[in-house]
């Protein structure tokens, strides 16, 4: 009763506890576990799961409780003891009050176990909702984004080609002048040589003069016009080019985001695709075990069956063998009856006998005959003068016939049979 004493010790239990605490620990348990939120409804928990009550956990909790004991003792005692019969016998002393606690504690572990699944899976879901909602919501700045990058990408080469096409025409424009600066210093040498030479015809240089002043001037106007255009593009690329750097740095970051959100749902989805593997695996499972309680129930129904029978057939086994004692006990009764009458037939037959003897020597002494010798009746016959040929033999059977000589033993018949034992 010590080694008892000190195992409930050991589990913090008095030598005189109540049950009261553990009831109430147990209750707190439950209330805890009632007042917890259903943070997912019915169908999204874990999937229930029959409780299967581990009927190892006892002994693994004793066996350092068994280790502990054995360790004080001396060592030929350690060597004498059975560990696993120490442990089932500590498992049938204990009282109902120490294994209803610990299938308490295993209820409420596998319970929370279940709480804490379903709370990651509907945390799980709800970032994925809220992770697909953001991809969304980023897929469209994305592709607004790249259209504004599209258009002012062609806004930006319409300009660059307007800008190459006003640097081309100012380069004509700026060749055209230099042109007509040498045809115009051209004409003036020629005016002044002309002038030179004859002082008639001057009103017609004058008004030569005039028409290439005058394209001149607006040669000069239109180049000063490309110019000013050519400033004006330049100021607009100029002012669109933050524009388009801002443009390009939230593309990228919205590029850089966007990347991270689908690794982070890539990761999420393996994670949920693996929760889902995990889910199938527990279900295939639960199925497995509802089978195999399927087939338990069947082999126990047909081991019920064959107890069953093997009982009716040992009943019957029973009733013949008393039939065969019946039996036995009226064989040996006839037996004995039988012999008892071959006795009393001898017996009458020897009487008999005697009496057939007696009449005998008495019919000898009153009807004597003379006696003939065998020899005298063989000189009497005269059949053994002529010579008669030994009888041929019989013919063999062939079917009868074993072959190379060898024959078989007969049989012995077995004379245990119900029918023929009724004979009696």
Not at 214 to 240: C, F, Q, Y
Not at 252 to 275: G, N, P, V, W
Request: hydrophobic share 35%; with cysteine; net charge negative.
């Amino acid at each position: 009763m010590s080694f008892f004493k000190s195992v409930k010790r050991a589990f913090g239990l008095g030598e005189n506890y109540e049950t009261e605490d553990i009831d109430s620990e147990y209750n707190e348990s439950e209330e805890s576990q009632t007042n917890t939120p259903a943070s997912v409804p019915a169908h999204d928990t874990a999937p229930s799961t029959d409780h299967h009550e581990d009927s190892t956990l006892s002994a693994d909790i004793f066996d350092c409780v068994v280790q502990l004991f054995n360790s004080t003792q001396p060592e030929f005692v350690k060597n004498c003891l059975d560990t696993d019969s120490q442990k089932a016998f500590i498992l049938e002393q204990l009282d109902s009050a120490l294994k209803q606690r610990l299938d308490c504690a295993v209820e409420l572990a596998r319970k929370k176990g279940q709480n804490m699944w379903a709370q990651e899976r509907s945390r799980l879901g709800k970032e994925v909702e809220e992770l697909k909602k953001e991809k969304e919501a980023l897929e469209q700045k994305r592709d607004e984004s790249k259209t504004a990058r599209l258009s002012a990408e062609r806004q930006k080469r319409a300009l660059i080609e307007r800008v190459h096409d006003l640097e081309n025409q100012l380069l004509t424009l700026s060749a055209e002048k230099e042109q007509y600066m040498l045809e115009n210093r051209s004409m003036l040498n020629k005016l002044r040589v002309v002038s030179v030479t004859s002082g008639g015809s001057s009103d017609e240089i004058l008004e030569q003069l005039d028409t290439l002043t005058k394209e001149k001037e607006e040669l000069n106007s239109r180049v000063l016009a490309g110019d000013s255009e050519k400033e004006l593009l330049h100021g607009i690329i100029e002012a669109h080019k933050p524009v388009f750097e801002m443009l390009a740095s939230k593309i990228s970051a919205l590029e850089a985001s966007l990347t991270e959100k689908e690794s982070r749902l890539r990761s999420i989805s393996e994670d949920f695709e693996a929760f889902e593997e995990i889910k199938k695996a527990v279900e295939n499972t639960e199925e497995i075990i509802s089978k195999k309680d399927r087939r338990i129930a069947s082999l126990k129904a047909a081991q019920e069956q064959d107890i069953k029978e093997i009982s009716e057939l040992s009943r019957l086994n029973r009733d013949k063998d008393s039939k065969i004692m019946a039996l036995r006990e009226e064989i040996a009764s006839l037996n004995a009856t039988i012999a008892q009458n071959l006795a009393d037939n001898a017996q009458l037959l020897e009487s008999q006998q005697g009496k057939s003897r007696n009449k005998k020597q008495s019919r000898k002494k009153t009807d004597s005959k003379p006696r003939i010798s065998a020899i005298d009746e063989l000189l009497d016959g005269t059949d053994w003068l002529v010579s008669v040929p030994p009888p041929p033999p019989a013919p063999k059977d062939p079917d009868k016939e074993d072959d190379f000589g060898y024959k078989a033993p007969a049989r012995k018949i077995n004379l245990d049979e119900d029918k023929q034992l009724s004979l009696w």
